[in-house]
């Protein structure tokens, strides 16, 4: 079973720290300040092998030098990307590229569009669900902007690479942009049930 603890980070970004149940190994996801996940690990017993990094923007990678400089053995504990605009990146990833990392499995879904080297994660544990780190390329209710590509390539991204993925699988976003992402779907559909239904689970 994948194990996933949420961390707020910033004005409203996630960080994850990731790991298989009952195991002392994690790896995190865009730890834009990671000292604040380096405390909660160390509270709790937990040794970081590893960062998967969603995409080059500041507020998901600005946290790696930092990083570096906490973890500087690049070999035990690496840092993933799919873009060179990541500062101390040590393995860029293309799309499809399956890994192991603290017992965990790894898959990189390249979803170019927020930015051109932006990468999902798709992590599966020794049982259970798997999961996937969207980024800033799906939100609760809404998809990041295009800033580096077209909306034919969001369209893949979440209608052909992101749904591919088992229904069991568990979402963790990069943002927490649920009740704007609502209300703008509500003024563009407004009858829209599901809108409807989401928005009144906020209230
Ligand atoms: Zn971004």
Redesign the pocket.
Same mark, same amino acid.
Not at 58 to 78: L, N, Y
């Given at each position: 079973m994948v194990h996933v603890q949420v961390v707020r980070a910033l004005e409203d970004n996630f960080m994850y720290i990731v790991r298989n149940e009952n195991d002392d190994k994690v790896l995190v996801v865009d730890p834009v300040e990671p000292e604040k996940i380096q405390n909660i690990c160390v509270k709790d017993n937990l040794t970081i092998v590893g960062a998967l990094i &969603? %995409?080059h923007?500041w $507020? %998901?990678a600005g946290g790696t030098p930092a990083f570096r400089k906490a973890f500087p053995d690049s070999q035990q504990v690496p840092i993933f990307g799919g873009d060179d605009r990541i500062e101390h990146v040590d393995k860029i990833l293309k799309h499809d590229e399956e890994f192991e990392q603290a017992g965990l499995k790894i898959r990189s879904l390249s979803t170019p569009c %927020? &930015?051109r080297g %932006?990468v999902c994660y798709h992590v599966s544990g020794k049982n259970g669900p798997g999961v996937v780190f969207t *980024? $800033?390329t799906l939100f609760i209710a809404g998809c *990041?902007?295009f800033?580096e590509g077209s909306a034919d390539q969001m369209h893949r991204n979440l209608n052909e690479i992101l749904a591919s993925l088992p229904d069991s699988t568990l979402v963790y976003v *990069?943002h927490e942009y649920t009740a704007t992402n609502l209300k703008f779907a509500e003024s563009v559909e407004p009858g829209n049930q599901k809108v409807i239904d989401k928005l009144k689970m906020g209230n």
């Amino acid at each position: 079973m994948v194990h996933v603890q949420v961390v707020r980070a910033l004005e409203d970004n996630f960080m994850y720290i990731v790991r298989n149940e009952n195991d002392d190994k994690v790896l995190v996801v865009d730890p834009v300040e990671p000292e604040k996940i380096q405390n909660i690990c160390v509270k709790d017993n937990l040794t970081i092998v590893g960062a998967l990094i &969603t %995409h080059h923007h500041w $507020d %998901h990678a600005g946290g790696t030098p930092a990083f570096r400089k906490a973890f500087p053995d690049s070999q035990q504990v690496p840092i993933f990307g799919g873009d060179d605009r990541i500062e101390h990146v040590d393995k860029i990833l293309k799309h499809d590229e399956e890994f192991e990392q603290a017992g965990l499995k790894i898959r990189s879904l390249s979803t170019p569009c %927020h &930015t051109r080297g %932006h990468v999902c994660y798709h992590v599966s544990g020794k049982n259970g669900p798997g999961v996937v780190f969207t *980024g $800033d390329t799906l939100f609760i209710a809404g998809c *990041g902007k295009f800033f580096e590509g077209s909306a034919d390539q969001m369209h893949r991204n979440l209608n052909e690479i992101l749904a591919s993925l088992p229904d069991s699988t568990l979402v963790y976003v *990069g943002h927490e942009y649920t009740a704007t992402n609502l209300k703008f779907a509500e003024s563009v559909e407004p009858g829209n049930q599901k809108v409807i239904d989401k928005l009144k689970m906020g209230n």
